[in-house]
């Protein structure tokens, strides 16, 4: 259940009275094209009815929408289950209202009974259906643009120095500010630092390991091993494309394509918020 306290990575919709306009447009069509629950039996004006539960749609979307407009405001960061949760109730708040409609349309008593067994079905329809859309659109979205989902502290890094120390006799150590570090490649007896130096990236060997160069900056979670030869600063993402099976990551504007491995995604997913 660790992907439902995700952070959720699409906005509220801005378009929020055009997706109203689409609900009801799609509960009429169902309603009269469809027809069912018995509709296809009733002998009154089907178009006009069918107008009504698209407009009790419309009504229900647009009451719920204004409510959870400044919700969405508050809380923040919106995560998996907050989506999860706002889908199923938009889909059982319409279904309760067309409840209503249905029993007026057919001149049904409102038995509490009958209530349940209508709010049975709809939940279970409305479980199918957040999953597919939260589920789906997450990872879609996940493997396409991870780098958007990660908890970046670019901010709170901008005075921080760090130092990699190369342990020749004569060597000479890299200072430079964390948020230019790119990635760290381990290669034989060295490592190759790639990191930004007058807006343009540079690359120093040094002769040290990358083992090294993570105990000296244990202290920062934003540099992160993503392979057994790669270290990466996560702040610096600027492309990541991949699955369950491993990412290919790009970090500024460096050309090269940094992999992470099968056995780090767990530990790269963690870094979510």
Known sequence: MFILKRKYPFPQSSHW????????????????????FG??????DKLLVSLLFGAVTFCGCLL??????????????????????AILSLILFIGICNFFVLSFVYHYPIRFDIF???????????????????GLNYYRYLRNQLESLLDKTTDEQTDITVTIHDTNVRGNDLQLPINDLLYI?????????????????????????????????????NIFQCHRSFVVNLNNITSAQGNSNGYQLKLGQS?????????????LRSFLG
């Open 17 to 36: 009275l055009r997706d109203c306009v689409v609900y009801c447009v799609v509960v009429f069509l169902i309603m009269y094209l469809l027809q069912p």
């Open 39 to 44: 509709f296809n039996m009733y002998q009154g």
């Open 64 to 85: 719920f929408g204004l409510v959870l407009r400044p919700i969405h405001q508050r809380v923040s960061p919106w995560r998996v289950w907050h989506e999860a949760l």
């Open 116 to 134: 349940l067994l209508f709010l049975y079905w709809t939940l279970i329809v409305s479980v199918f259906v957040t999953i597919c859309s939260v």
């Open 185 to 221: 490649e381990a290669q034989k007896n060295n490592v190759a630092v790639s990191y930004v130096k007058d807006d343009k990236v540079a690359t120093i060997e040094l002769h040290t390991t990358l083992a090294a160069v993570l105990d000296d900056m244990k202290d920062y979670p």
């Open 255 to 267: 050309p090269a394509i940094v992999p992470v491995s099968r056995t780090y995604v767990p530990k």
